[in-house]
């Protein structure tokens, strides 16, 4: 695997893991709604992790990571659509895509 890639999956799994740490373990959706500055560093991740996989789409079109062509699209979405942003939609990416995300991240860096 190039070395440019791997920069973007460890991009990527510093990300995913620094929602983690924001969430400190509490995975609350309306303590998370209520906090402005919790949200806005959210977003941001996500807006990492969508720039990295497309840089990585770039390089290695055929990269094995599920949904990589809709993890720009949301990056696209929360960059381009800021005034739409949908907090139930980001707080679903969090709790249901960003698990999975961090696992085949992982299993390719191990690679």
Do not use: C
Not at 62 to 76: G, K, L, S, Y
Not at 94 to 107: A, F, G, Q, S, T
Request: aromatic share 10%.
């Amino acid at each position: 695997m190039k070395y440019d890639i791997k920069k973007y999956l460890f991009d990527i799994k510093t990300s995913i893991e620094s929602v983690n740490e924001y969430l400190e373990g509490k995975k609350d959706f309306f303590e998370y709604q209520n906090n402005k500055l919790l949200r806005r560093a959210v977003e941001r991740e996500v807006e990492i992790i969508g720039e990295a996989m497309n840089k990585i789409l770039l390089l290695d079109p055929d990269i094995q990571i599920e949904n990589a062509r809709q993890i720009v699209n949301t990056r696209n979405w929360v960059i381009h659509g800021y005034d739409k942003v949908d907090d139930v939609i980001i707080w679903g990416i969090v709790i249901n895509h960003l698990p999975k995300l961090l696992k085949e991240v992982i299993d390719l860096l191990n690679e």
